[in-house]
């Protein structure tokens, strides 16, 4: 795959304690390695606990909080999975208020393992196709998605994948769609 160039391109990545590290810094990594600004923003200032499977892992700093974070300063959004991120993350106000927003302007999404759950609680799952960790798959379809197993699903503006053994296509998908999705805005 040929490196596509995202300079300018500004991610939010909306994560909190508890978030599986890999889905985090491995796709943050290359957004930055392609040129676009991959910002953290969680519910409260500091830093966050990464987390590999149950075992602590490293802390990230917060760039910036749920409540002062405004959808209409990013292009696009990831959304790093992690048992205790999702499940908290699906009952912030401020996270379902951010990712209708995102949806509402359809800017891309990038979506991993038990990040759905955020997409359920806010709405947003009804009609789409994507993948997850298996064990959100009924939580999903009775939703209203259609849940598959395959390591990245594309449906328009959201990629998913299940879990830290497919980033190295969901890096590729994610860096494709969100310089599809930047041309496309820019040729309207």
Known sequence: MATQDLSGLSVAI???????????AEPRKALQQAGAQARIVSAKPGQIQGFN????ADKFDVDL????????????VLLPGG???ADTLRLNPDAQRFVQAMQRDV?????ICHAPWLLVSAGLVKGRKL??????????RNAGA??????VVRDGNWVSSRKPDDIPQFNAALIELFATQRQTAASH
């Open 14 to 24: 909306l994560a909190l304690d508890g978030f599986e590290q890999a889905e985090l």
């Open 83 to 85: 048992v205790m991120n």
């Open 131 to 140: 993948t997850s960790w298996p064990t959100l798959q009924d939580d999903l």
């Open 107 to 111: 800017k891309p999404f990038a979506i």
């Open 146 to 151: 259609e849940w598959t197993d395959q390591a």
């Open 65 to 76: 909080t749920l409540d002062k974070a405004d959808p209409a300063d990013f292009d696009a």
């Open 53 to 56: 499977h149950d075992k602590p």
